[in-house]
Every structure is written in structure tokens, then in C-alpha cells.
């Protein structure tokens, strides 16, 4: 679990509206969303992209930022701008809400080692007492904080993240 478990519960009476409002905006979410030509979401060039992934991660080197530009982007069909890979409807809210009781009786169930990176300097922080709590609802897990990362650990400290990884799956 790379710096996660981090979602604060929602209250059963935020339901309705929850689906309400999913109902009224997933089709003009989902066609704006598809046809964005907004210049958050193309870039004129890869290297473009890269200095938007290098202002939101300033530890990602220009080399590093440049290759992760290309992974994630793509000329559009007439080479006119790069675009990003991802399925634009991925940061669009969804209609159920999170909660809490459901997501701890799920991890009570798993068996398996689990793994814990969590980022010493993660935007998704909470209550470190919650965090605790959260991972010892799972039986077996073990905890690594990694130092001078923000949530995008496999950014900021590539190599020892993979180290902790492939030493998890020994």
C-alpha cells in the first residue's frame, strides 16, 4: 500500500447525494472531460509536460521528469499537442461513498503480508494515531516510512522504493 489508507469516512446521509449529483454530471463530466482542450490537460510539447510534472514533484530531476512525461503523454492524432494517456474520467468523484466500518471489515479478512510505504511528506496525511489504527486492522503488515517523499513515492525515491517492493515479494 504505497501511502494510502487515508480516506475519511462519509455519512450514510451523503448517499443520495452522492448519486444525485453523479447521476446530473457524469454525461457532461465525461464529454467535457473527453474532448478537454485546456491547457492543463495538453501540452505543446513533451518537455512541456515535463516542467508541469516538475512543478508538482520538484525532487523529479529533469531526466526523470522527461521520461516520465513520455510514459504518461502522447501526440494528439494530428501531432498538434500532447495529450496525457490517462482516462480522463480517473480524479472524477464517484457515486459511492467511502466507509469506514465496510473498508475495516474487509482488511480484518486479509491473510496475506502486506506491505505499508507511506510517504514522509504525503499530501494525503491524517492523524498519525488514525493511520496506526487503520494498519492494524490487517494481520500481517509491515511499515516502511520513506524519507524526503511526497505521495508519489516511486517519483521521489524510484530506487528505494523498488528496493522495498522486491524485498517485500521475496
Known amino acids: 500500500v504505497l501511502d494510502s489508507l487515508n480516506l475519511p469516512d462519509m455519512p450514510p446521509d451523503q448517499a ?7 447521476f446530473k454530471n457524469v454525461d457532461s463530466n465525461v464529454s467535457h472531460a473527453l474532448n478537454q482542450t485546456s491547457e492543463e490537460k495538453n501540452y505543446g510539447t513533451f518537455e512541456d509536460l515535463a516542467q508541469r510534472i516538475k512543478r508538482y514533484h520538484p525532487r523529479v530531476d529533469v531526466e526523470q521528469a522527461l521520461e516520465i512525461a513520455y510514459g504518461w503523454g502522447v501526440w494528439d492524432d494530428d501531432k498538434q499537442f500532447v495529450t496525457l494517456r490517462a482516462d480522463p474520467r480517473h480524479r472524477q468523484r464517484g457515486p459511492i461513498a467511502y466507509r469506514h466500518a ?19 511528506e504525503g499530501m494525503l496525511r491524517q ?4 493511520r496506526e489504527t487503520r494498519r492494524g486492522f490487517f494481520a500481517h503488515a509491515t511499515r516502511h516510512v520513506m524519507p524526503e517523499c511526497g505521495h508519489m513515492l ?14 517485500f515479494f521475496k
Do not use: G, Y
Open 16 to 22: 443520495p447525494n452522492r448519486w444525485r449529483e453523479w
Open 127 to 130: 492523524n498519525e494515531t488514525e
Open 154 to 167: 516511486h517519483f521521489d525515491q524510484p530506487e528505494a522504493t523498488a528496493q522495498h517492493l522486491m524485498m
Open 102 to 120: 465496510e473498508a475495516i471489515a474487509l482488511w480484518q479478512q486479509v491473510r496475506a503480508e502486506v506491505l505499508f510505504l507511506d510517504a514522509s
